[in-house]
């Protein structure tokens, strides 16, 4: 059986179930998110509590502790993507969620900030549901609805980002620091319950076969659709965090009140996260109805000259306004990332394909720290915004540039 045979009866026989798993998909990576995400106002306090005194030291573990997870899980993806092809992606959500419940359980009883960043390891290696839930998401979705499907999951997956540090600043006064991560824990043991015995996939020992026999990349007969999307998958990544290290600073010069800077500061990262949310599923149901790629090309044309203004504003709520309206612009990219992966490469490689996808992201969201960071402290922080947006529109010209030419009869197969 070809793996077009094999796509057309996978979309025939889950009908029934891929609407149900796309809600539990949606709860439970909203789930796991929330519960990766809400150490981050407590971290340096409990690195603290763990036995680490100097001041640079707390700070030094703190940023090691957050990134092992992401360092780990980028070298992982592609790996639980290829055996998600071959054995089930139900089984990688469900290893997923076991594997997270016993780690992020276990950072509540550690004794030394070596168990705590090796557990944060673990959580990177062993990890990986709202990843694995796209793959599951995209491969078992009608086509035609693949890219509103995945901006609704895409949706979750930035709330649980959002919600999840309000969860952890609230949590510790009130239950402890140490029975945070035990509450998060069982957060994830639900969404282990619901994957388990709510999810629905298909059995398919012709698409076993076929994955076993596939070499994956090799397997993918136009290559340049899918490295567009691994470069626009780390371009967002990268847009999203370059700006992160200098927002603090960059409010303080337009803040006269020094007292609020934090707080704005806050409310400039969440607009953009909120743009996002409100976004994604209206341009996933776009791009089904006018295509993929003028929706990734145009989003990331707009995110780009979003940017300019946001190196010359003058009060920071000018600067909230442009980071929300920019947050919308990427909130399709996303979904839309995902479903022409999908459509351009054999079911047997999707979970493959869409791994590496996974793993450019987590490139993106490392290395938009670090060049920000030395940008603004070398250049200026206005640079930062200049050279991002450069890139986003370099990445809108090369998107447009290697579209496929049926490009709209393509995302519609």
Same mark, same amino acid.
């Given at each position: ?22 809600? #539990? =998909? &949606?709860? %439970? ?9 809400? @150490?981050?106002? $407590?971290?340096? !306090? ?57 780690? #992020? =359980? &276990?950072? %509540? ?9 090796? @557990?944060?390891? $673990?959580?990177? !290696? ?156 209206r341009l996933g149901k776009l791009a089904d109805r006018i295509g993929h790629w003028p929706v990734i090309a145009g989003a990331l044309a707009v995110a780009g000259l979003l940017l300019i203004p946001q190196a010359l504003v003058t009060n920071s709520w000018q600067l909230i306004i442009l980071r929300f309206l ?88």
């Amino acid at each position: 059986m070809t793996d077009t045979k094999w796509d057309a009866a996978v979309v025939d026989s889950s009908s029934i179930y891929w609407k149900r798993n796309l809600v #539990i =998909s &949606l709860l %439970g990576s909203f789930t796991t998110i929330v519960a990766m995400t809400l @150490l981050l106002p $407590f971290l340096p !306090l409990y690195v603290e509590e763990l036995g680490v005194s100097d001041h640079a030291a707390i700070v030094q573990w703190s940023g090691v502790a957050y990134g092992a997870t992401f360092l780990a899980a980028a070298f992982v993806a592609p790996l639980w993507g290829r055996l998600g092809d071959i054995y089930g992606r139900k089984l990688m959500l469900v290893r997923a969620s076991a594997g997270m419940t016993v780690a #992020i =359980s &276990l950072m %509540g009883m550690a004794d030394n900030v070596w168990q705590l960043v090796a @557990l944060r390891l $673990f959580v990177g !290696l062993a990890g990986g549901y709202s990843s694995g839930s796209m793959v599951l998401v995209a491969t078992q979705t009608p086509k035609d609805r693949s890219a509103w499907a995945l901006g609704v999951l895409a949706s979750g997956i930035m709330a649980g980002n959002l919600v999840g540090p309000l969860i952890g600043g609230a949590l510790p006064p009130l239950i402890g620091i140490r029975n945070t991560f035990l509450a998060a824990g069982g957060m994830i043991f639900v969404a282990f319950l619901a994957t388990t015995f709510l999810i629905k996939e298909e059995k398919s020992p012709a698409r076993k076969q076929a994955a076993k026999a596939s070499s994956g990349w090799a397997s993918i007969s136009d290559k340049r659709p899918v490295i567009a999307m691994l470069a626009t998958g780390l371009l967002l990544m990268l847009a999203n965090m370059s700006i992160e290290p200098i927002i603090t600073v960059y409010v303080a010069q337009l803040t006269e009140d020094p007292g609020k800077v934090t707080m704005i500061a806050g409310i400039v990262m969440s607009a953009a996260a909120l743009g996002s949310i409100l976004s994604a599923s209206r341009l996933g149901k776009l791009a089904d109805r006018i295509g993929h790629w003028p929706v990734i090309a145009g989003a990331l044309a707009v995110a780009g000259l979003l940017l300019i203004p946001q190196a010359l504003v003058t009060n920071s709520w000018q600067l909230i306004i442009l980071r929300f309206l920019m947050g919308m612009a990427l909130g399709g990219l996303l979904p839309c990332i995902s479903a022409v992966i999908r459509h351009s490469v054999p079911d047997s490689a999707a979970g493959s394909i869409l791994g590496l996808s996974v793993s450019s992201q987590y490139v993106g969201q490392v290395a938009g720290p670090v060049l920000g960071g030395f940008v603004g402290g070398h250049i200026g922080m206005r640079a930062v915004f200049v050279g991002t947006s450069v890139l986003l529109i370099a990445g809108a010209a090369y998107s447009w540039l290697v579209r496929p030419r049926n490009a709209a009869t393509a995302d519609r197969k």
